[in-house]
């Protein structure tokens, strides 16, 4: 099942993006004592991170109750600017003072395989024997239709049984680490959220009843027993039907 919201602006998806995540942390927290989400690089989810950090929201999470991973990682130095847990530690992490055991950092000083590799181990390692089911997965849209570091043309789209893997796109000096469609699918909740004008393309094209095979990468998330949501701004939108329900 999916839905598709729509607000005025990043701002408005940001608040509401941070309100859905406290909100699903206290339910998740309450019902099994803890609370595990997935978190998306990029800068459209900063907005959400700085939110949630801010005051009033801090002091209404049992953030200790928290475990945090990345659906994806740049294979660079640890203080790069370009790694996502810089960007998530930045806006969300430091300033709540978290203990060192809640927070999964995909190892991107190990070689590529051995991170992918080391990170499966880590997801085995919180989640057991139970399905690796992530209570909220955050995801965001690139404009060629990848999310987390799923590119076109990967082999990591084809992937059916890992839960990560090495991809890299040709013009970066860099490969990644990421989350595969077996692992994200899932989860109890996914949020892609997708912001600006130049997404709204690739957002009509995977929203678009008729797409199959899944014109992009993007298109192969698909919950198996979870609800996915497209929160969107109005730019990413504005080239949806007015009344447009995704398939
Ligand atoms: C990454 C991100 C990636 C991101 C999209 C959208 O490491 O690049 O995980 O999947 O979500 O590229 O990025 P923006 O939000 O910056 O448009």
């Known amino acids: 099942m999916s839905r598709l919201q729509r607000f005025a602006d990043l701002e408005a998806l940001s608040r509401a993006a941070a309100a859905r995540f406290a909100e699903q942390a206290k339910t998740a927290i309450a019902a099994r004592g803890r609370f595990s989400v997935l978190l998306a690089g990029g800068e459209t989810p900063r907005r959400t991170y700085e939110l949630l950090a801010e005051e009033p929201r801090q002091r209404a999470i049992p953030w200790d109750r928290i475990h945090f991973f990345w659906g994806d990682e740049r294979c660079v130095g640890a203080q790069d600017p370009q790694r996502n847990e810089t960007m998530v530690s930045r806006a969300l992490l430091d300033p709540l003072e978290l203990r060192s055991d809640q927070v999964h950092p995909i190892r991107s000083d190990l070689a590529p395989e051995q991170a992918a590799a080391d990170y499966a181990v880590e997801l085995r390692n919180f989640f057991g024997t139970a399905p690796p089911c992530f209570d909220l997965v955050l995801l965001g849209l690139g404009t060629d239709g990848h999310t987390a570091s799923l590119l076109p043309g990967s082999a990591a789209l084809e992937e059916k049984v890992r839960w990560t893997a090495v991809t890299r796109r040709p013009e970066e000096p860099f490969s990644r680490?990421?989350?595969?469609?077996?692992?994200?699918?899932?989860?109890?909740?996914?949020?892609?959220?997708?912001?600006?004008?130049?997404?709204?393309?690739?957002?009509?094209?995977?929203?678009?009843?008729?797409?199959?095979?899944?014109?992009?990468?993007?298109?192969?998330?698909?919950?198996?027993t979870g609800t996915l949501e497209w929160w969107v701004d109005q730019a990413a939108a504005s080239l949806l039907a007015p009344g447009h329900a995704p398939a």
Request: net charge positive.
């Open 177 to 224: 680490v990421t989350l595969t469609a077996p692992l994200l699918n899932q989860a109890a909740l996914i949020l892609f959220l997708v912001a600006g004008r130049n997404k709204a393309e690739v957002l009509r094209a995977l929203l678009a009843r008729t797409a199959h095979p899944p014109p992009y990468p993007a298109g192969l998330i698909r919950p198996l």
